[in-house]
C-alpha cells in the first residue's frame, strides 16, 4: 500500500486487512523506499498517493512484474499512453487506474455519458474537501471526457455560452469542450453533480460519496481482479459488467 498513512490509504489498510485472501506485506508513506514493496515480495500494489509521485511509483512497480491497483488523480492522456507502452513491455502485468472506485460514481459518469447527446447544454460541479490538493478532480475531468466523446461522436455542438468578460475565471475550467467547476468546502468528502439542461428542462446526475467507506468495494475489487487483466485498464467499469 502506497500512501498507507494519508485518509484513503489508511481506510485501504483496513479494507485489505479485513478481506479474507488477502495479505498486506508494506504498507509505505512518502519518506519509504520503493524497495521494500520488492523486499516484501508484494504481488499486487495499491497507489493512493498524489499526482506527482504516482507516475514514477507505477513505472517501478510493473518493471518489477507487480500488478497496480491506481486510485490517485493525475492520469492524464500523455500518463496513460507511456503507461501503455510500458506495459506492452511486460505482457503480464495489469494495471488498474481508477479515477473513482465508487460503484456509485462509476455509474454517474456512465449516465451522464450517456445523456450527454441529449442536451443542448452540460456541465459539471464537483465538490470536495478542502485538503484536496487537484481541480479539477480525477472523477470530474474523466466525467468530462466521457460526455465530450459522446456528444462529438453524436455531432453536438459545445454548450451555448454567450459569456464575453470572465477575467476571475467564473466560468470554470473546459474540459474536452465541457466546463467543470470546483467547490472545496469543509464537512464535504467527495461529490458530483452532471447538470444537463434543454429547452423547459433540467437533467441532474448527483452522486455522493459520504465517506471514505464507500470507495473500499472498489479497491478490493480492484486488487482481487487486477492479476487476471493484462494491460491497462481506465475505469473500474471494466470489472464491472454494468449491462449497459
Ligand atoms: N479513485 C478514488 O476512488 C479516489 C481517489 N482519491 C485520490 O487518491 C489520492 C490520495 O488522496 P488522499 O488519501 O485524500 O490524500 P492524502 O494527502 O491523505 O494522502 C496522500 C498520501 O500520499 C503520500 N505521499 C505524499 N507525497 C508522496 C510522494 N512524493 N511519494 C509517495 N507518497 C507520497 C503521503 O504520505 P505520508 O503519509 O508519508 O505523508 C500520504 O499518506 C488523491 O489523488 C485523491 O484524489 C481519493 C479518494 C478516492
Ligand atoms: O481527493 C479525493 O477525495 C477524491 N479524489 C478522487 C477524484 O479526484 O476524483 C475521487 C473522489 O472524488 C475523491
Redesign the pocket.
Known sequence: M?????????EAVQAVRRTEGLQLVAE?????SLQALVAAGAEVVVD???????EA?VRFAVQHGMHCVV????WDAERLDRLEALLAEHPGVGVLV?????VG?VLAMRFSAQAARFFESVEIVELH?P????AP???AARTAALVGQARRAAGVAPSPDATEQDPGGARGALVEDVRVHSVRLRGLV?HQETLLGGVGEQLTIRHD?FD?IS?MT??VLGVREVGSHQGLTHGLEGYLDLGL
Do not use: I, W, Y
Request: glycine share 18%.
Open positions: 502506497l500512501g498507507a498513512r494519508g485518509r484513503m490509504g489508511s509505505l508513506g512518502r519518506e519509504d493512493l498517493t498524489v499526482p506527482s509521485a504516482t511509483n486510485g490517485t488523480t493525475g481508477a479515477p473513482n472506485f465508487s460514481a474537501h485538503d484536496k490538493v487537484d478532480s480525477g472523477t467527495a460519496s471514505r470507495f472498489g479497491v
